[in-house]
């Protein structure tokens, strides 16, 4: 635990994009999210325009683990999904893998019944290549040396650049 | 724990600011949307009672630019200080890449700031974190109150790993930058060594 860096590679991010995408159309909702647990965004799909992804990503991740915490304090490991009904959107919020959630807004033109099914079967897929990308973390961090970091060179004069001076 | 997205190029690290109630956590964030640029911040997003006083989180994420060709963002956290919000602040914790702590310079508070300092060691180990390895800075926030201490004692009670120390006037956003870069700088030099 701690710090384990998650790092994603193009052909992960690819792989989940598209998963992603096609819950979307097959759930027939809004919009899909894919969020870390730590409340960063991963991949989404869908209308974005109208949406505050960032603050979604964060506030869901919070929500999740306040949820989290009341579960362990009545003795439940976790609560693996949350559903929020509103008057025209809602949203259904599940937990993939160890570190993932998956975010699915829909309204009137899909149904919570259509959307947990979509969303079993995409839970799946994700969890595998959360898999993947976990065990490829843990077997570079026993031999970091394979896996040459972009970050090998950072100067003062970087970090002085991103506070513009 | 920082998410390198190599196929967006992006590189995210969760800093979260801690410290007492009151101590000024929420004004040094405040203070970081009010000044930077609109392209650079997003949505200040802050869960708080009726009265101000921060419930769950404060949050800010900042577009700082680029670093060897990935976006670098920051995601900013604070926790609510009072004493019984002990679990929320367990939670803000999990996965943070840094830790701001906000010192509060009166007298009166000294005894609080040492209480939050033992209580973010016990939270940070609960989430797999060493209070005496992660990025970590100490600010010494409300300088300009007739009541605070002299920096000398501030620095022999809180100070305990020859940490970047920070003199600060949040409202007034002195010290507040500096802070957050002290931090920054941390964060991305560990990245470099991992
Ligand atoms: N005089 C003075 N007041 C400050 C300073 N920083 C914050 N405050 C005030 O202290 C109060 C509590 O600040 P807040 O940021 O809400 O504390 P938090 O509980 O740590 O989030 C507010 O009224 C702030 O305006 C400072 O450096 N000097
Ligand atoms: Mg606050």
Partial sequence: ?165 | MTFINYASREINCKIVYYGPGLCGKTTNIQWIHEQASPEKRGKLVSLATETDRTLFFDFLPLDMGMVKGFKVRFHLYTVPGQVFYDASRKLILRGCDGVIFVADSQRARLEANIESIANLATNLKDNGFDIRNIPYVLQLNKRDMPTSAPLGEMERLLRFRNEPMIEAVANKGTGVIETLKACARQILMDLQRN
């Fill in chain 1, 1 to 165: 635990m701690g710090k384990l860096d998650l790092v994603m590679f193009e052909e992960e991010f690819t792989q989940l994009q598209e998963i992603i995408g096609r819950l979307q159309v097959d759930s027939s909702s809004k919009v899909v999210f894919l969020v870390d647990k730590n409340g960063q965004q991963i991949a989404a799909s869908g209308d974005l325009r109208s949406i505050d992804a960032t603050s979604l990503a964060s506030l869901t991740a919070g929500n999740v683990a306040a949820t989290d915490g009341l579960a362990k304090l009545i003795g439940e490991k976790e609560f693996s999904l949350l559903f929020h009904e509103g008057e025209k959107d809602n949203l259904h919020i599940s937990i993939v893998g160890k570190r993932g959630i998956l975010v699915v807004l829909f309204d009137h033109n899909s149904s919570l019944a259509l959307v947990r099914l979509r969303v079993k079967k995409a839970s799946r897929e994700l969890q595998e290549i959360f898999e993947m990308v976990e065990k490829r973390a843990q077997s570079q961090s026993g031999e970091s040396s394979k896996f040459e970091s972009p970050f090998s060179e950072i100067t003062d004069e970087d970090i002085d650049k991103l506070f513009g001076d």
